[in-house]
């Protein structure tokens, strides 16, 4: 007699495509696990603030506002105070005009000299060295330091000047005349921010291969030639880096114009940074301080925005 005997389940088939299932899901959340303090982090030091201020903008948020926790929703009314302030006109200009003109000295200077030392000399990392104590003062010092050497009276710029003959005797008044109060500014950030230029792009030329050099001697090509191709194509990530980098600890500078002119004379230099100041620290008006903040915030963002854009349609072309 023949016994029919059936097959047993196939159990371990089935656990197998369980876990390989699971598996996914497993690394998906240990992923999150990872990021997640990252995100509280920014949550909390980052989106908090932002969000209140955002908030605080359609506020009457004044010091009474601390005791009394009471910050009534007034609209846009404070929207429409600042863009109805004339100072705030003048200082969204003056603050173009600091960014656009220390953006420029500041990446001009900072890759010739990066240019210049690529070329290796006695005592060149001395040198380096010594261009970089600009960087390592704090801004506040520096501006100190500065403002003794623009003393239109005192001044060892004027002094030194009037001695070779370039201006009378009275000087210049570097930081006491609304027409040359804002360059100066301008040239003193410029000097501060030479040395970071410098280093990075300094970095981003030991990085290019010396063959391509070589192979455009062989055919011919002279300097500005070979810098225009090979040189500024290939610095071109770093490049980027460093004006955006430089873009956004300018464009809300404040310590240095309040140590340098405190946004005088005439309002003359005054920036979107010194008007959020003196609109909440001194009239104590924290709303409309925060819409200024705000709008600092969207430049901000609108210049990383497009960042974004152009290293996307740059990698796509890459590839």
């Not at 908090?48 to 910050?71: C, D, I, W």
Request: no cysteine; glycine share 10%; aromatic share 12%.
């Amino acid at each position: 007699m023949t016994t029919i005997t059936s097959p047993a389940p196939a159990t371990g088939a089935g656990e197998t495509k369980t876990a390989a299932g699971r598996a996914p899901l497993r690394r998906g959340l240990l992923r999150w696990l990872f990021v997640a303090p990252a995100l509280a982090y920014m949550a909390l030091f980052f989106g908090y603030p932002l969000v209140r201020n955002v908030v605080m903008s359609f506020q009457h948020y004044t010091p009474k506002t601390y005791f009394t926790g009471e910050a009534p929703f007034n609209g846009l009314d404070n929207w429409r105070a600042v863009f109805a302030n004339e100072l705030f006109t003048d200082a969204l200009w003056h603050t173009a005009l600091f960014t656009v003109g220390s953006l420029l000295g500041q990446f001009t200077i900072g890759l010739a000299l990066a240019v210049f030392f690529s070329r290796r000399f006695r005592l060149s990392g001395f040198v380096r060295a010594i261009l970089l104590l600009p960087w390592l003062v704090p801004m506040v010092v520096s501006a100190v330091v500065w403002r003794r050497i623009l003393d239109q009276d005192h001044g060892m710029l004027n002094t030194a000047l009037h001695v070779v003959g370039l201006v009378p005797q009275d000087g210049v008044p570097w930081l006491s005349s609304p027409g040359v109060a804002l360059l100066s500014a301008v040239l003193v950030n410029i000097w501060i921010g030479i040395p970071f230029n410098m280093v990075i792009l300094y970095g981003g030329l030991q990085e290019i291969p010396r063959d391509l050099y070589e192979a455009a001697s062989l055919d011919g090509s002279g300097p500005w030639r070979t810098f225009r191709s090979i040189t500024l194509p290939m610095l071109r990530p770093v490049i980027t880096v460093v004006l955006v980098l430089g873009f956004m600890s300018t464009v809300k500078i404040l310590d240095l114009i309040l140590a340098l002119t405190s946004g005088g004379p005439a309002d003359s230099t005054q920036t979107l940074g010194t008007v959020t100041y003196q609109l909440s620290f001194l009239q104590l008006d924290f709303g409309q301080g925060a819409v200024v903040g705000n709008v600092l915030i969207l430049i901000s963002a609108v210049f990383a925005v497009l960042y974004l854009r152009a290293n996307r349609a740059d990698f796509g072309k890459g590839k």
